[in-house]
């Protein structure tokens, strides 16, 4: 099956950029998605990227997919306290649109 | 007026119980699923259902039974609770299943004493 690992936790300052990387491991992944979690709420959809993409971009949103390396990366540009929040990774093995999830990546804004 | 909303947000309860997590949505979504997350943060499908019908069913103890009255709703629930059932437990809904846009409740906390 699909496993989906990205980085605990991320540090950065309020104003800079930041990157979360993930890595999955099924290469017939058809759709990769980036999932945001605020404290006390839901997972909520951020953005997603189709497999014959490399790069997608959404406002402050960046997502590069590297196929190849099956690795993906989400940047935010001028990050804000706002942003603070767990970011999960997931993909949805070929066949299938179900995500399967990383653990998350806690991204901690400092003012 | 959430979306996805589930029942009870937290349950502690003793090993052998039988309890019961509720989960409604009002999107109009005609599947749900229902997702563990482990202590370790993995985030792992347990059960999908489209139009009340069972269309996922992970590697589960069979003490998990989820129940679909209808597709606004699916329930989960649990027979003689083990410690290591402890988890939050996410219900989500999309529009169909050739959607990864799915629509997570809150979550809702077990402990297992």
């Known amino acids: 099956g699909e496993d989906v690992e990205q980085s605990l936790f991320l540090s950065v300052r309020e104003g800079d950029s930041s990157v979360i990387n993930c890595t999955y491991t099924?290469?017939?992944?058809?759709?990769l998605y980036w999932y945001k979690q605020e404290p006390g709420a839901g997972l909520q959809l951020l953005t997603y990227?189709?497999?014959?993409?490399d790069m997608k971009q959404d406002q402050r949103l960046t997502v590069l997919l590297n196929k190849k390396d099956k690795h993906l990366s989400l940047r935010i540009a001028d990050t804000q306290t706002g942003d603070s929040a767990i970011y999960f990774c997931a993909a949805a093995p070929g066949g299938s649109y179900i995500p399967t999830f990383g653990r998350g990546t806690s991204l901690i804004v400092h003012p | 007026d959430t979306a996805v909303s589930q029942t009870p947000k937290y349950l502690v309860t003793q090993m052998g119980n039988d309890k019961s997590i509720k989960c409604e949505q009002n999107l109009g979504h005609d599947t749900m699923y229902w997702y563990k997350q482990d202590s370790k943060k993995f985030l792992k499908i347990m059960f999908s259902?489209?139009?009340?019908?069972?269309?996922i069913n992970e590697t589960v103890p069979n003490r998990f039974s989820p129940k679909s009255p209808d597709k606004a709703h699916l329930n989960l629930h649990i027979n003689s609770l083990e410690l290591g059932d402890s988890a939050v437990y996410f219900c989500?809904?999309?529009?169909?299943?050739?959607?990864?846009?799915?629509?997570f409740g809150e979550g809702s906390r077990l402990t297992v004493l």
């Open positions: 990227i189709f497999s014959n993409m």
């Open positions: 989500a809904s999309s529009q169909g299943t050739s959607t990864g846009e799915l629509f």
């Open positions: 259902y489209n139009n009340k019908e069972l269309i």
């Open positions: 099924d290469s017939s992944s058809t759709y």
